[in-house]
Every structure is written in structure tokens, then in C-alpha cells.
């Protein structure tokens, strides 16, 4: 019962919002260290959470990273921030992600969707808030951290990540800049776990 309303709830907030995010799309892993994640997205009531928690700034430039169709990408951008960016590595889903942005209804801020692989398709030298829906594994996870460490050290900032379904967390406590200054376990989610980090 609980999972059917949450998904009539899903579909429900899709309508208001003017975009498709439900559907069950599970592409093939092309990705350079072949261990992308998940595909499906998480619920609009968890995300909102998060969203929150993360305390945005007009002046923040959000990263969804392995974005798939949009679904937190689209709320991220209906907050007062300057610009929302998703890396989405399979290109039917990215189109569907550029649809749903086309489409938002409500958008505040500017979204680019990047077709490619989070690991080398761009530098993040704008980034300041990153989230992770566990996209993928820990080698693909250290690489893209390595990557906006380098765009910080280029451009010094603070930046802040909430990495949900932390399963290779381990990559965060190795790479040596970032601190977890929080983590979130909802009791009637506990799959869907969060963590904080920043540097």
C-alpha cells in the first residue's frame, strides 16, 4: 500500500510539474569504468529533504550528477539558484531529461544537460552544490571527485555534495578534502539514506 502511494504521489507531482519522470528505463552501461548505478529516480518527497537540507544559495550552481530523466535536476531549478547542470551518460535518457527542462513548469533557473560520462565530460569548474543519487561505483565516484577538487584548487570554493544511497561512501572519507558534516537515515526509507560533504 505504502508503495502505491507513494508512486500515485510520484505521478501526481510529474502532472503539477509538467514532466515524465516515472517511467522504468534501464539503459546499458557504457560508462568508462562500466559500473554505472541506479536508473530509477527517487521520490519527490525525499528529494524536497535533501533539497532543504543543502541550504542553497541564489549564488550556488547545482550539479546533478548522473541526472537520468531530470527529476531532481527539475526541483533544484525551481529554487533561487543561477544555473542547474545534469551529466546524464545514456543519450535517449539525457533527451528525456532536456524534455522535462524544456517543459518545468515553475523554473527559476537555468538547466544544461550534458550528455557524457561524469568521469571526463566536464571539469565542474562552476560547481558548488553536487548531488548523487548512488549513479555509480566507487571508480567512476573518485574520479569525478578528483575532478572537482581540481576545479577548486583552480577556483577556490566551498562546495558541498549530498550523495544519496551512500554505498561506496568510502570514496568521500578517501579522497582527503572533504568532511561529512551530516547524514540522514528516514525511517520509512532506509535505502534512500543521505550524506553531506564539504570541503
Known sequence: MLGQLKSAHNMYCDRRL????????????????RDSGKTSALGYSLIGRYIRLLRL???DVVYDVGCGTGRPLCLFA????????G???????????KTNAANLVGRRA????????AASSTD???GTVFWLYHPFGQRTLAAVLERVRKSVEAS???????YVTPDVEQAFSACGWLTRYKTVKPLLHPTSAASFWRN
Open 124 to 126: 565542474y569548474q562552476d
Open 110 to 117: 537555468e538547466i544544461t544537460v550534458i550528455h557524457g560520462d
Open 57 to 59: 544559495q541564489p549564488s
Open 87 to 97: 551529466i546524464e551518460i545514456d543519450p535517449t535518457v539525457a533527451e528525456i531529461a
Open 156 to 162: 577556490p570554493r566551498s562546495v558541498r555534495f549530498c
Open 18 to 33: 509538467g514532466i515524465q519522470t516515472t517511467a522504468d528505463i534501464r539503459p546499458p552501461d557504457t560508462s568508462l569504468h
Open 78 to 85: 525551481r529554487r533561487r539558484v543561477r544555473r542547474c547542470i
